[in-house]
């Protein structure tokens, strides 16, 4: 049986990855209508053998956000959305006019949901990351390496930094969507692969 908590709730996922992927993929497990907006040629992480997982349940659209017309396009979405997922760098965001601020501006009762690698703030703001430099950061690869008898780095073969802020974003998206029933206001939702 489907659950449809989530039913008549918009999301709109600008997200790359199976990080913001997981995320919105149990959104619309909840019923959520997600449309995923790629560019032209689709999300590069596609060709994952996880992306049958994480693109789950949601419709595309391929939009060029480096053009004019493809950021007014998504604007226009942004304006009739419940819940906007964008991941990545802060700045990225703000390219595009779809950091929390200017999404605020186009929908004040929107819930906005920022997944980054390091955090929204910081020196690391701006770098790229993905799970393993998320491990080596972090220590979890150092966690791991008297476990086998060899040097170099450790994977880890759960991706945990991807699922603990995929599932962050997922209650956190949840929290702002009921603290918005009360208020009518819009809610801003940060999580990261660091945290």
Not at 20 to 47: H, S, Y
Not at 103 to 126: D, K, M, Q
């Amino acid at each position: 049986m489907q659950t449809t908590v989530l039913a008549g709730v918009r999301v709109l996922d600008l997200s790359t990855g199976p990080v913001g992927g997981f995320a919105t993929a149990v959104l619309a497990d909840f019923g959520a209508d997600v449309v995923k907006v790629e560019p032209p040629g689709g999300d590069r992480f596609r060709a994952l053998a996880t992306s049958p997982l994480w693109l789950r349940g949601k419709r595309s659209a391929a939009l060029d956000l480096s053009t004019d017309d493809g950021r007014e396009r998504v604007h226009s979405l942004v304006e009739t959305a419940d819940v906007l997922v964008v991941s990545g760098s802060p700045g990225q965001s703000s390219r595009w006019g779809l950091d929390a601020e200017g999404a605020f501006r186009l929908n004040p009762a929107l819930v906005h949901c920022s997944i980054t690698p390091w955090g929204g703030h910081g020196p690391y703001a701006e770098f790229p990351g993905y799970e393993g430099l998320i491990a080596a950061k972090s220590g979890r690869m150092l966690a791991f390496a008297a476990q086998l008898q060899r040097e170099g780095p450790v994977y880890a073969a759960v991706p945990v930094a991807c699922h603990g802020a995929s599932q962050g974003a997922v209650h956190g998206v949840l929290a702002a969507l009921l603290a918005r029933e009360r208020s009518g206001r819009g809610q801003r939702v940060e999580t990261s692969l660091l945290q």
